[in-house]
C-alpha cells in the first residue's frame, strides 16, 4: 500500500516521495528475484527516533531505581540544584564537584561539611546525590542512625552490609554525631568508616560539629572517628542564616497570601 506521497518507479518499485530514496529493492532469495522492502531515509530517522525514546525511558528507569535505593528518606529527593532559594551558600563548590566529579572520583576527594543547624548542609549533599544520580551514577545517603538500625536486625549480616554500602561510587553520611553514643554504636560508625577510606572512595559527611570538636574529640572512641574523616574530607564551612526558618517563614507567607490575611 503506498501512502499519498509514495510512487513507484519504471520497476514498479516502491520510493518515498518525501527524501526520494527507496522504500523497496530487488534481491535474490534461493535462486529466484523477489522485491523486498527497505528503509528509507525517512524510516531510519523513525526508527531511531523511536529507540531513542526507548532509551530515554529506560534511562528514566535507571534513574528512578537509583534514587529509590540510594535515597534514603523521601526529603532527600527535594534536595536538588532546581530547588535552591538563594539561601544556601557555597553551593557553587556542589556544583563544581558534580561537574568534576570524574576527577573528584580518581583522586578520592571528599568533603566533611560543617557549620550551624539548618544552615543548609544536607541540601548541599543533597543536591550532589540527585544530580549524579541523574546523571546514572550510583549514590547512597544516607545516616548512621539509618545504619545502626540496620546492623541491629536479627540476622544481620554485618559484613555483608558494610561491604555493600560502603562500595558505592559516592557515599553520602548526613548527620554525623548524632547517632546513639554507645560503645556498640561508636565500634559501628568506625567500622564504617575505616572500610570506606580503605575503599579509596570519595565520601560526604554533613555535621553539627564545631572543626574543633572534630580535631579535639573529648575521649579516644572519637578521635579514631574523627582523624579517619579528616583524612578523607576536605572541611567546608557552610556558614549563614537558617534555611529552614527561611522556608518556614516563605510557607506563613504563602498561608497569608491564599487566605487573603
Known sequence: NLKN??????EGLCWCGICG???????KVLGHERILPCLCRCDREKLEAQKEEERKQDFAIKVSNLK????????????RFENDNGSTPKLDIARQYVENWKDMQQRNIGYVLMGPVGTGKSFFAGCVANRLMEQGIPVMMTNFSRILNELTRPYADKNEFISHLVSYPL????????ERNTEYAQEQVYAVIDERYKSGLPVIITTNLLINEIRNPADVAHARIYSRVLEMCTPVHIGGSDRRKSIGMDKQKAVKEVLGL
Open 5 to 10: 506521497t509514495d510512487y513507484l518507479d519504471a
Open 21 to 27: 530514496e527507496r522504500k523497496e529493492n530487488r534481491y
Open 68 to 79: 529509590s535505593v540510594g535515597l534514603t528518606e523521601p526529603r532527600f529527593r527535594e534536595w
Open 171 to 178: 557515599l553520602i553520611i548526613d548527620d554525623l554525631g548524632i
